[in-house]
């Protein structure tokens, strides 16, 4: 201040000048833009933008959607099958429909979106097993979307005598010989054809005789086996017979996977040489591949038969390992 008490003009021109200097601003850059016209910029807050939906002043109505599935280790061939799908945005799921492979549709951003990749009438298209896979449509004028899908094969089962390790056969030609009261552990081989695979696993449905054999259980890779639900297609006509259905899981590689067949045989009765007389002296394996198929109710579900007990894996069953007794 003055002698006479007034502000001098500098005092809050420094004031200013500090208070700028402390939030960042540099006062000669404002004075050169003020004196040439120009504006000083401005920082906004970035808002994140939900996955799928478009942000501030991006209009995109659809989104042309691309269904493309690849075969797995065959690259550069076709897929005759189709690919399902079904969207929800904001409500309920739409039906399902579907479209030939690299086929198109139109969605609208930020849609939910629900695949079953070469899902055929709810059947393995050209022999090759089903995907499943979800997405959220996003804020792009088209999308491509792409899944890996294996074909199906017939993979090589081999179970190996406890006695000298050589390989049964189910044309009683090489029998595995046993005693009452034993328990005999053999080796089983599983190997995919090359090039194909079965990601969803098999339903192993076992049926021995009931008068010389206890049980029967099978590891694979030292973890036994699971045992589940018997699909309902499958029916024996032989009134002596126990059946018992294991998970197998998937392998999508062509490698030999070790496990054992593990029989035990009653203690009174010993299994006696019958090859000829039908399966009444075999321990017999039937494979029932899983694949996804669609309910009744228009959900999607994994099993080895539908809700109408068919097959819907694109192949027979497989008989598969079947050995005799004696």
């Known amino acids: 201040m003055d002698k006479k008490g007034k502000i001098k003009w500098y005092v809050p021109v420094a004031i200013g000048v500090i208070l700028l200097l402390a939030f960042g601003v540099n006062p000669l850059t404002l004075l050169q833009n003020a004196l040439s016209g120009a504006t000083t910029p401005t920082t906004q807050a970035v808002v994140p933008v939900q996955a799928g939906t478009c942000p501030a002043g991006t209009i995109i109505a659809d989104t042309t959607v691309t269904l493309d599935a690849k075969r797995k280790f065959v ?7 189709r690919n399902f799908y079904r969207i929800k945005d904001g409500g309920s799921w739409s039906a399902w429909a579907s479209v030939a492979d690299a086929g198109t549709f139109t969605s609208s951003p930020g849609t939910n979106l629900q695949i079953l990749w070469v899902l055929t009438g709810g059947s393995v298209a050209s022999g090759h097993y089903a995907e499943f896979q979800e997405e959220v449509v ?4 088209t999308v491509t979307y792409t899944k890996d899908v294996i074909q199906s094969g017939t993979p090589t089962v081999r179970v190996y005598s406890d006695d000298n390790g050589n390989l049964l056969d189910s044309g009683g030609v090489e029998n595995e010989t046993t005693a009452a009261g034993e328990l005999v552990n053999l080796k089983l081989e599983y190997q995919n054809a090359f090039e194909t695979g079965n ?3 098999f339903v192993i449905v076992t049926r021995w005789n009931r008068t010389s054999v206890d049980d029967v259980t099978i590891n694979i890779e030292g973890k036994q086996l699971a045992t589940v639900g018997i699909p309902v297609r499958y029916t024996t ?4 017979h126990v059946q018992k259905a294991f998970f197998f899981p998937g392998f999508t590689d062509s490698l030999v996977h070790s496990g054992a067949v593990i029989v035990d045989i009653d203690d009174t009765n010993n299994p006696q040489t019958c090859v000829g007389t ?17 309910t009744d109710s228009d959900e999607y579900a994994l099993g080895p038969e539908d809700t109408d007990d068919n097959n819907r894996t694109g192949q027979a069953d497989m008989n598969l390992g079947s050995f005799y007794l004696d």
Do not use: K, M, Q, V
């Not at 690259?75 to 099958?81: E, F, Q, R, V």
């Not at 996003?138 to 004028?141: D, L, M, S, V």
């Open 138 to 141: 996003p804020c792009e004028g």
């Open 199 to 201: 990601p969803h696993g």
């Open 75 to 81: 690259s550069g061939t076709a897929l005759a099958g």
């Open 237 to 240: 006509t032989t009134g002596n």
């Open 278 to 294: 039908g399966d009444l002296c075999a321990i017999n394996f039937t494979w029932e591949a899983r694949n996804y198929f669609l």
